[in-house]
């Protein structure tokens, strides 16, 4: 974002929202109103709702603080008509007592917006004249976080959306390194439900049933691996969930008892290969360590999957001595074939991929100096 | 060589006294990194390294362009989001390419484009330092980590810092690699180490590492770079720093049970264990 050419009371407001989001908002496109103009001060907006995102156009005027922003929703939500209302805590009150002087006036307008929002969601939903939907609201009502909405699929049929938040039981200690406490990562887990409507009215079968989870959690857990229970005949979701929170609860206790097992392994290589020069220390899935073979020195990349230690790391040397025409170091295949046995504890793997290693090394140095040779 | 620095601290603990040496990741950070590369625009970059097999009319300056080319891209196929500047060193510091990018094209051309400009018979490093907190400022806002890695080449030239940095502040990592000519009576290389060595531990957020080179071996150069790749949160001691090990040479170490409390014992015949010399 240039700062330059934002004002600088707007830039705090869009900063704090950066900084101080509960949920992923996300600022796009941060613009000036004419062509070639040099104010910036109208951005695209992406706003969670119901585990995808609705953009909305925020319009500032650049030239004055004192004028409220304007927002406009998106082509399907023209009915959405969050003026309407005018009572104390309602975006109009907002707008209309809108000052810059604290910079969480802009955050606060859009968090306002999109509670409105998720209620003229809820009230469609709630329209929906299907006996089916009609009680899944009634037994989720008690359900914490749950959002749901009306959704137009790209046929122009519409799809009744419900986004349940899972909770699982996260034992203690937190994830090693992480500045994510356990619980953020670990909870954010959903679950999303649709409803494809024909003519106003559910199908008989199952719904289409799918997990979200945040994209930093793929180097841990993949949720697109989780099977999930099959949907028995006429359940409602509030009878589902219990059986899913419990496979997925198996599954994320196997993913984190797996980061415990990649970190002790790449403990357990600094005996044989000295300090590592690089360890991602946060979700355990890579490392790189400098290595010499007499007058040799080269650099070993291990790679570490989910599935640690059942699939092994792949391993790629790299050379510090050797350049191709373009000047770069030189790079071996990737190994994923060296002896290995999930049953080994760490230090007998670290001793087997040093062994690996220092007889590989000599063959890579080789391979180096062919292609040098080639080179000339 | 006389009048090397002595450290303390260092001096006091006969080696078997010393802690073993662990690797805990428990604990440890990993944010990724904007590197500043600051290169030496002096003349004296332009003093030719040791000839090697089919290495030939090499200077310094070619070899640290070599260097460097090694150390982004070994940095990239580390962690994809680490991110490269540059800056050249003149009397004071001099931005070449402010703007931080993880693109190799853009940072390869960066460094080629690299030349020296002439005699600079000052160096004050308080420009550089500087410019590096400012920058941390940003790098930290997006949850990553600044260092600073000069590549400096004057046998004569002492750098001063005018404007000390404010003691408790400390923003960013800094690291030196010093190529410099024999110590001679008309030039002063172990002075300059000395007042690097100083910064280093005045400035730096985390272990600052410096090594410093009369070979003129590119070979031992790209070496150094290497062992610099280690990232700032997760470094030891400088003297502490043990790899690389030489695969050739080592004897299997005992692997570590529960009932035998100490580290596994490793062989090491005349290994240059690349520890820092107070003097050279």
């Not at chain 1, 099959?230 to 409602?236: A, K, S």
């Not at chain 2, 420009?127 to 080449?153: K, N, P, W």
Request: proline share 7%; net charge negative; glycine share 6%.
């Amino acid at each position: 974002m240039d700062a330059r050419a934002v004002p600088t009371w707007l830039h705090a407001q869009i900063e704090y929202l950066r900084n101080n989001a509960p949920l992923p908002l996300k600022v796009e496109n941060l613009r000036a109103g004419t062509r070639g103009g040099h104010v910036m001060d109208r951005f695209t907006l992406l706003v969670p709702c119901c585990l995808s995102n609705v953009k909305w156009e925020v319009v500032f005027n650049g030239l004055d603080a004192k004028v409220a922003p304007d927002i406009i929703f998106g082509v399907d939500d023209e009915s959405f008509q969050p003026l309407a209302n005018s009572s104390e805590f309602s975006p109009g009150s907002f707008l209309r007592d809108w000052t810059v002087t604290e910079p969480n006036s802009l955050l606060k307008l859009i968090l306002v917006t999109r509670g409105s929002y998720l209620d003229y969601q809820r009230h469609r939903v709630e329209a929906v004249n299907d006996p089916r939907v009609k009680f899944e609201i009634n037994t989720m009502s008690g359900l914490q976080g749950l959002e749901m909405c009306i959704t137009t699929a790209s046929d122009r049929s519409e799809e009744v959306n419900f986004a349940v938040p899972l909770v699982l039981e996260v034992e203690a200690p937190h994830l090693p390194g992480s500045h994510l406490p356990s619980s953020t990562l670990w909870n954010d887990i959903s679950l999303q439900v649709k409803f494809p409507l024909q003519r106003g009215q559910t199908s008989a079968g199952p719904p289409q049933l799918k997990l979200v989870a945040p994209p930093a959690m793929r180097e841990v857990f993949d949720v697109d691996d989780v099977r999930l229970p099959v949907w028995p005949g006429n359940i409602c979701l509030v009878e589902y969930i219990p059986s899913l929170q419990q496979t997925l609860q198996q599954q994320v206790r196997e993913a984190r008892a797996s980061i415990a097992l990649r970190r002790s392994f790449m403990e357990a290589l600094f005996p044989f290969f000295g300090r590592p020069l690089e360890a991602d220390a946060t979700y355990c899935r890579r490392i790189s360590l400098l290595a010499s073979s007499g007058a040799f020195t080269f650099l070993v990349h291990l790679a570490l999957p989910i599935q640690f230690p059942k699939v092994q790391p792949t391993l790629t040397f790299q050379s510090s001595q050797h350049f191709d025409t373009r000047g770069r170091p030189l790079v071996s295949r990737t190994y994923m074939d060296y002896p290995w046995s999930p049953r080994w504890d760490a230090p007998q793997m670290a001793q087997r991929i040093m062994d690996f290693v220092a007889d590989e090394c000599i063959a890579f140095k080789k391979q180096c100096n062919d292609l040098l040779h080639h080179q000339r | 060589m006389q009048g090397g620095r002595e450290h303390g601290e260092h001096q006091g603990l006969q080696p078997e006294e010393q802690a073993p040496l662990v690797y805990d990741m428990r604990g440890m950070g990993y944010s990724p990194e904007d590197i500043l590369l600051c290169v030496d625009a002096d003349a004296e970059v332009n003093v030719e390294m040791k000839a090697g097999v089919g290495v030939k009319g090499l200077s310094r300056l070619d070899a640290v362009k070599q260097a460097l080319v090694l150390f982004v891209h070994s940095k990239l196929l580390m962690h994809s989001q680490h991110r490269f500047a540059v800056a050249t060193l003149r009397n004071n510091a001099v931005w070449y390419r402010q703007e931080f990018t993880n693109d190799m094209e853009i940072i390869g051309q960066a460094v080629r484009g690299l030349a020296s400009g002439g005699t600079f018979p000052r160096c004050d490093l308080s420009e550089l330092f500087q410019m590096a907190a400012t920058e941390a400022h940003s790098s930290h806002a997006m949850d990553r980590t600044l260092r600073v890695l000069l590549i400096y080449c004057r046998s004569s030239v002492v750098p001063e810092v005018t404007l000390q940095m404010p003691e408790k502040q400390r923003l960013f990592t800094f690291d030196a690699l010093y190529l410099h000519d024999k110590p001679t009576r008309d030039n002063c290389p172990q002075r300059v180490y000395d007042v690097l060595v100083d910064a280093l531990e005045r400035v730096s957020e985390f272990e600052g590492y410096i090594f410093e080179s009369s070979s003129g071996s590119a070979r031992v150069l790209f070496r150094h770079i290497c062992v610099l790749l280690s990232h700032p949160q997760q470094r030891c001691a400088q003297e502490e720093f043990d790899a690389p090990k030489d695969l050739a040479k080592m004897v299997a170490p005992v692997p570590r049970t529960s009932s035998s409390g100490g580290l596994p014992q490793l062989r090491k015949e005349g290994e240059d264990d690349g520890s820092v010399p107070r003097t050279f």
